[in-house]
C-alpha cells in the first residue's frame, strides 16, 4: 500500500475532524469548544483589551491585555556569573576569609562532585571593590563602571534561586521552564504567543558571542533555542558572525533570482499536494521557512551593515562593536533587529564558569559586556525604543562563596550555587531603581523575597501581555505552560 494511503487508512476521528477541509467537522469542534478560540484562548481575550485580534491563519493566540513590552533582548551569561563578585555586596566576608564555611549556613544542602570531596570550605570574599550608585544605592563592583550608571533604569532580583545544580539542565531550566529537555524556550513562547511584526526577517533570532576570554566555555546548542512542541516556525533562527549571516540564504553560483523564485513556487505547489494528502502542520511551517529565505536575500544584508550606524554609535558601544562575533558587536546587531520588528533576540555569552582564576578571568568577562550594556541602554532611550523593548540579564545559577581549589587574597575559584544569584532587567515595563530580594551575609540562602525561575518566567510574561497560567498550548492531551504546573507568581514590584 503507498504510505498516503495506509497514514489515510490508520486516520483517527480527532485527525479527521482536525483538518481544515472537513467543514463539518470543524464545525462540530467549535461546538464543542463553546466559545473558544482554535488556540485555547476566549476571543474577548484580546478585544477587551481594545487590540486588534490576530489573524485565524497567523495561529497567534494574542496578548490576553496590552503589553508594556513589544520586543525582549535576552542576555544570558552561560556558566553562571558570580553574584558577589558583581552585584550582590558582601563586606563582612573580609572578615571572613580563609575560614570554614559554617555548617549553620550550608545545612547540609546538596553540592557538586567537583567540591563535595574538599576537606575544607575556605570562605573567598571578592578581591573587587564595590560602590553605590544612582538613587537607589545599588552595590555595583568596580569592574563595570558603564553599566554602575544605568542602575537606576535597571531593576535587580538578588534572590533568584533554581534547583538545577549542573549546567545543562540548569540553563535548559532557566530557558525553557523545565529541566527535561524538548519543551519550548521563553523565545518560542513570545513568538507564538506575539506573532511577527516583519514578514522579512525571523520573529525570533539567536546569537552566540565570542568570548575575549576563552578558557572555560560551556557547550551550548540549538536545543536551547528549540520550538519544542510548538510549530517549528516558532524556533530560534541562529545568526553567524563569520561568513554568510545565515547558512544557504544566498543562491548557489550560476542561479539565477528569477529561476529561484521559480524552483520555489514548484516547491510550495508539491508541498500543499502533500499537506492534503497528508495534513501535517509542519509541512505548512517547511514553506514559510523557504519563503522567508527568499526574502531574507534582500533584508538580512541591510539589517547586518553595521557600518552604515553613525560614529556616535559606536561611541556608546565602544570600537569592539564593530568586530563581528563580539558581544558589544551581537548587542547593536539586537538593537537593529528589534529596531526592524523582531520580537525576541537570544544572546549567549560564554566563559562565566569560574571554577578557577576568578581574579584573571572576571575583568574579561565584565570588559566584555560593560560598556556594551551602556551602549544598548542608551541607544534604545535616545530612539525611543527603551520603555517598549525588555532587556533581561543573567545566567542559570550563581556561585558559592567559598573557594573551589586553591584560595589566595587575589585569586580563587568558585563552584556552582543554585540557592541564591542576582539577575537584571532593564525597559519594557520593568521598575528602574528596584533592588528586590536580600541573601544572607554569606550570599549562600536567601533571606527576603525568594524569586524562583517560574516567578520571573511568569513576570516576563505579564509584561509581554500574558497571565502566565492562561497562556498554554495543547500537546499530547495536556495545556502545557512556560511556568509549568507548580504555583508561580507574578512579582509586581518589579513592574513599573
Not at 476521528?13 to 461546538?31: D, E, I, V
Given at each position: 500500500m503507498h504510505p498516503f494511503e495506509l497514514r489515510n487508512s490508520l486516520?483517527?476521528?480527532?485527525?479527521?475532524?482536525?483538518?481544515?477541509?472537513?467543514?463539518?467537522?470543524?464545525?462540530?469542534?467549535?461546538?464543542?469548544?463553546?466559545?473558544?478560540?482554535?488556540?485555547?484562548?476566549a476571543p474577548t481575550q484580546s478585544a477587551a483589551a481594545g487590540l486588534s485580534p490576530a489573524p485565524a491563519h497567523a495561529g497567534v493566540p494574542g496578548p490576553h491585555f496590552p503589553a508594556k513590552a513589544k520586543n525582549v533582548i535576552y542576555l544570558h551569561m552561560v556558566g553562571g556569573p558570580s553574584q558577589m563578585d558583581l552585584y550582590d555586596y558582601k563586606p563582612v566576608m573580609q572578615e571572613w576569609y580563609d575560614k570554614d564555611l559554617p555548617d549553620s549556613v550550608r545545612m547540609g544542602q546538596r553540592l557538586t562532585t567537583m567540591t563535595s570531596g574538599q576537606a575544607r570550605f575556605p570562605i573567598a570574599p571578592s578581591k573587587y571593590k564595590f560602590a553605590r550608585h544612582g538613587k537607589s544605592g545599588m552595590w555595583v563592583t568596580e569592574l563595570l563602571p558603564n553599566t554602575a550608571k544605568c542602575v537606576d533604569d535597571m531593576c535587580f532580583i538578588r534572590s533568584m534561586h533554581t534547583e538545577a545544580i549542573n549546567h545543562e539542565p540548569a540553563i535548559v531550566a532557566m530557558q525553557t521552564g523545565s529541566q527535561v529537555t524538548g519543551r519550548p524556550c521563553l523565545g518560542s513562547w513570545a513568538a507564538y504567543g506575539l506573532g511577527s511584526m516583519n514578514e522579512n526577517l525571523p520573529t525570533f533570532v539567536v546569537l552566540v558571542a565570542t568570548p575575549t576570554n576563552r578558557e572555560q566555555e560551556q557547550a551550548i546548542s540549538a536545543r536551547l533555542w528549540s520550538s519544542g512542541f510548538l510549530p517549528g516556525k516558532h524556533t530560534g533562527v541562529a545568526f553567524r558572525s563569520k561568513g554568510d549571516p545565515i547558512l544557504y540564504i544566498n543562491n548557489p553560483p550560476g542561479m539565477p533570482g528569477e529561476v529561484r523564485r521559480r524552483m520555489l513556487d514548484e516547491l510550495r505547489s508539491l508541498n500543499e499536494m502533500n499537506y492534503k494528502a497528508v495534513g501535517d502542520p509542519e509541512t505548512h511551517t517547511r514553506i514559510d521557512q523557504y519563503e522567508m529565505a527568499f526574502r531574507m536575500q534582500a533584508s538580512v544584508p541591510e539589517l547586518t551593515a553595521i557600518e552604515d550606524e553613525p560614529a556616535s554609535t559606536f561611541e556608546l558601544y565602544g570600537n569592539e562593536a564593530k568586530k563581528p562575533g563580539t558581544l558589544a558587536n551581537h548587542m547593536l546587531m539586537a538593537r537593529r533587529l528589534v529596531e526592524r520588528g523582531v520580537r525576541f533576540v537570544q544572546i549567549y555569552h560564554n566563559n562565566w564558569d569560574h571554577h578557577a582564576n576568578v581574579g584573571l578571568r572576571m575583568p574579561f568577562q565584565c570588559g566584555d559586556v560593560d560598556r556594551p550594556t551602556y551602549g544598548l541602554i542608551n541607544d534604545l532611550k535616545r530612539r525611543g525604543m527603551f520603555d517598549e523593548t525588555l532587556i533581561i540579564w543573567g545566567g542559570e545559577f550563581g556561585r558559592t562563596i567559598y573557594s573551589q581549589g586553591g584560595l589566595t587574597k587575589t585569586n580563587y575559584g568558585r563552584d556552582h550555587h543554585p540557592r541564591c544569584f542576582t539577575m537584571w532587567m532593564a525597559g519594557g515595563g520593568s521598575k528602574g531603581g528596584t533592588v528586590y530580594g536580600e541573601t544572607d551575609e554569606f550570599s549562600y540562602n536567601i533571606v527576603k523575597d525568594p524569586v524562583h525561575i517560574r516567578d520571573f518566567h511568569a513576570t516576563v510574561l505579564q509584561l509581554l501581555g500574558f497571565k502566565h497560567d492562561r497562556f498554554t498550548y495543547k500537546h499530547q492531551g495536556l495545556d502545557f505552560k512556560l511556568t509549568g504546573v507548580e504555583p508561580a507568581r507574578v512579582i509586581k514590584e518589579l513592574i513599573a
Open positions: 486516520e483517527t476521528r480527532r485527525q479527521f475532524l482536525g483538518h481544515g477541509k472537513n467543514a463539518l467537522g470543524f464545525a462540530a469542534l467549535s461546538s464543542l469548544m463553546a466559545g473558544e478560540s482554535a488556540y485555547g484562548a
